[in-house]
T-cell receptor, first 112, second 115 residues
């Protein structure tokens, strides 16, 4: 019962923008959308999060649709070091508590 | 920059043995999470603490897994007895609080191999 849906894999040329989509159609009204990435054998690294408005930081931009049912993570100038698995995460209610739920993520390969 | 610490980084054990993992969250972080990540899959939450109290442990196999955070700071996750299917990465994360706007910070993980 996936709470987020992401493409299994994507690829991008170095220096170009990488746009990673995520569907989260069942997100609750006050829950944030989070993006993390994981490089092989390391712990996930926080990238960015947002509620309704688009967000930008030094790593990426996050575009959230007006209905909040989907979002896109944008890496404006992808480098080889951006090759990783990218996870879009929302919290789901379980036993009365909201718990963060990861899907399988998108494996992004940045090629020269 | 403050980080979540985990030890050991790697653990190899035989099935039916007991194993324990330790996590030290970022100072001041009240919420602590233990995740299990099987190769090729995303992390799965096992247990969530708020201070010393368990908030959610619905996915924790309680017949063999236990977790504690006695003083509300560091935490230990134990498996007894270990089974072959427990081979995975065990990740610890912490956040300032439970609110949705508090991002989690992850440690480097403990890679467990059960033989």
């Amino acid at each position: 019962d996936a709470k987020t849906t992401q493409p299994t894999s994507m690829d991008c040329a170095e220096g170009r923008a990488a746009n990673l989509p995520c569907n989260h159609s069942t997100i609750s009204g006050n829950e944030y959308v989070y993006w993390y990435r994981q490089i092989h054998s390391q712990g996930p690294q926080y990238i960015i999060h947002g509620l309704k408005n688009n967000e930008t930081n030094e790593m990426a931009s996050l575009i959230i649709t007006e209905d909040r049912k989907s979002s896109t993570l944008i890496l404006p100038h992808a480098t080889l070091r951006d090759t990783a698995v990218y996870y879009c995460i929302v919290r789901v209610i379980s036993g009365g508590s909201y718990i963060p739920t990861f899907g399988r993520g998108t494996s992004l390969i940045v090629h020269p | 920059e403050a980080e979540v610490a985990q030890s050991p980084r790697y653990k190899i054990t035989e099935k039916s043995q007991a194993v324990a993992f330790w996590c030290d969250p970022i100072s001041g972080h009240a919420t602590l999470y233990w995740y299990r990540q099987i190769l090729g899959q995303g992390p799965e939450l096992l247990v969530q603490f708020q201070d010393e109290s368990v908030v959610d442990d619905s996915q924790l196999p309680k017949d063999r897994f236990s977790a504690e955070r006695l003083k509300g700071v560091d935490s230990t996750l134990k498996i007894q007895p270990a089974e072959l299917g427990d081979s995975a990465m065990y990740l610890c994360a912490s956040s300032l609080g439970q609110a949705s706007y508090n991002e989690q910070f992850f440690g480097p993980g403990t890679r467990l191999t059960v033989l």
